[in-house]
């Protein structure tokens, strides 16, 4: 696993109704205090979720990101998007 | 002596409390906690070991013991939002949780430790449904069968030996039941899931065949099978079926006196009753 910023700052959102807040208003702020790779801050906010299970992101946790449809995330497109990259 | 008395195998799927919240106590799910509630009523455990996959809730990634136990008065939860759930306080028998630990760790085991603790939907789910009243004192086994890479197979059996055999060295009368929390196939957003879902049952062949062994026994079978690159084909879940195993290391080769599947879910629930 790798990745680790990544699923410490999913592991926040789950938490922090303010920072989630924050992810909605202006995700590239947001994001940046995450010493997030190039790759990875892209994908996150492209909502690519296939690239990020690729860098090396767990399944279970980018799932978490779906009820708060944070990067245009929802249950219809998790699905296809998750399979983009493999 | 003490001594394992029964063991119960069963899902924890978060969405298990609404779905039988909506649907009412004659559902089938409902029905299925309802029969291990009864047995394990009926068996009147002291305490209750549970094998758990932690969901990097209790534990994350800053600090992820592989085989762990949780030694305290009390724990609560869930600490991960579950739906259509009460918050719970849950007593721990920590007696017990420090026997099993210092047993195991003097038999080989390299056990971690936390003293001070919340517990997922992993844990509660089940204990919603067949302890509602968190009546009996529980025993947190985590394996961390998630994240990988996860422990083997071989090594989780040999860990539910060491639980019984500490059970066993105990000199008072203690009755405990083990519990083994989790599914048999399933993946949670990796591309592994169902076309078009999010979570489901990510190899439903490996779940006709590892319910097969539960149903005969076939201990051996099922070690052999479980390599950890067939665990991982099963779903980024698919270590959970680690549980299970730890369980029957508890019991060793009995065939449970009761095992329906969910096969859609990925999910089984089964009871090994041997008083009767």
């Known amino acids: ?86 | 002596m003490a001594e394992i008395v029964a063991a119960f195998g069963l899902p924890h799927t978060p969405s298990l409390p609404a779905l039988v919240a909506r649907e009412g106590p004659t559902c089938e799910t409902a029905q299925l906690f309802t029969r291990v509630q009864h047995d394990l009523e009926a068996v009147q455990p002291d305490a209750l070991v549970i094998f758990d996959s932690d969901h990097l809730n209790t534990f994350f990634l800053d600090n992820l013991p592989l085989l762990s136990i949780g030694v305290a008065s009390s724990t609560a939860g869930p600490n991960d939002g579950t739906p259509a759930m009460p918050r719970y306080e849950i007593p721990v028998d920590e007696q017990l949780a420090q026997q099993v630990r210092g047993y195991g760790i003097a038999h080989g085991f390299d056990l971690g430790m936390t003293q001070e603790f919340e517990v997922d939907h992993s844990v509660l789910v089940p204990l919603h449904f067949v302890t509602p009243r968190m009546q009996v004192p529980i025993v947190p086994v985590f394996i961390a069968g998630i994240v990988p890479p996860i422990p083997q197979a071989r090594r989780c059996f040999a860990l539910g030996q060491a639980v019984r055999e500490a059970i066993e060295a105990m000199p008072d009368a203690t009755r405990v039941a083990v519990m083994a929390s989790g599914s048999i196939s399933l993946d949670i957003g990796s591309p592994l899931a169902p076309p078009g879902q999010i979570a489901g049952t990510a190899d439903p062949a490996w779940m006709h065949e590892v319910l097969g062994y539960l149903k005969n026994a076939a201990v051996d079978d099922l070690l052999h099978a479980a390599t950890t690159e067939r665990l991982a084909r099963a779903g980024n879940i698919g270590g959970e079926l680690l549980n299970w195993i730890a369980l029957l290391g508890g019991i060793g080769p009995r065939r449970p006196s009761f095992l329906e599947a969910q096969a859609g879910h990925g999910d089984a629930y089964a009871i090994w009753r041997w008083d009767a």
């Not at chain 1, 790779?37 to 779906?66: F, K, M, N, P, Q």
């Open chain 1, 1 to 86: 696993m790798s990745s680790y910023a990544v699923h410490k700052m999913i592991k926040r959102i789950q938490r922090d109704p303010a920072f989630r807040q924050q992810l909605q208003q202006d995700p590239q702020a947001a994001l940046r205090e995450y010493p997030l790779t190039d790759a990875e801050r892209t994908a996150l906010l492209a909502g690519d979720v296939g690239a990020l299970h690729e860098l090396g992101v767990h399944g279970y946790l980018l799932s978490r990101l779906v009820p708060f449809g944070l990067f245009g995330l929802t249950a219809q497109n998790y699905p296809e998007r998750i399979r983009s990259h493999s």
